[in-house]
């Protein structure tokens, strides 16, 4: 383990980049279903969507990967990419826009910090959709630590907000 300087406070994930079989497909998910914007576009190679007109949150291309199949369980490779909502609502709508779209969840959670959908893209890629609540609301131990949980999520409670 290293004992070097520790990682700048403001670092964060920028995008991901997920090999898809077939991306038409995958657009049909992340920008028919998920909403996200497409940005651009390589022929039918590569896309570059975002949220909110930013260059690219998700690339996806089929350079490694035209027509290929999802890893087998077992391996290792990509657990899942997490979408970051910024309120509850939002979350909300995402979790209606699934169910109209009939994709079907893996799970869902309530884990103290955040609230969280689970499920598979069209490539059987993980994915997780959540909202994180005020840092006032965290559960923490008597000495101030963490206490994530995981809890069954109440969707029809998300649903009403």
């Not at 657009?27 to 690219?56: E, K, N």
Request: contains cysteine; negative net charge.
């Amino acid at each position: 383990m290293s004992t070097s300087a520790p990682i700048a406070a403001g670092a964060r994930i920028g995008h991901v980049h997920l090999k898809v079989a077939d991306l038409e497909r995958a657009l049909g998910f992340y920008c028919g279903v998920l909403g996200f914007q497409l940005m651009q576009r390589y022929g039918t190679q590569a896309a570059f969507v975002s949220a909110g007109g930013y260059h690219h949150h998700l690339g996806l291309n089929t350079w490694e990967s035209l027509g290929g199949t999802p890893p087998p369980p077992g391996h290792t490779g990509l657990y899942h990419t997490a979408i970051l909502y910024p309120t509850r609502s939002d979350l909300a709508d995402a979790l209606r826009r699934l169910l109209t779209a009939k994709v079907p969840l893996d799970g869902a959670s309530d884990h103290g910090v955040s609230e969280a959908l689970y499920l598979r893209d069209p490539d059987g890629n993980g994915v997780e959709l959540y909202w994180d609540k005020p840092e006032s609301q965290w559960p923490r131990t008597p000495s101030g630590e963490l206490a994530m949980v995981t809890r069954p999520l109440d969707l029809q409670a998300l649903l009403a907000s």
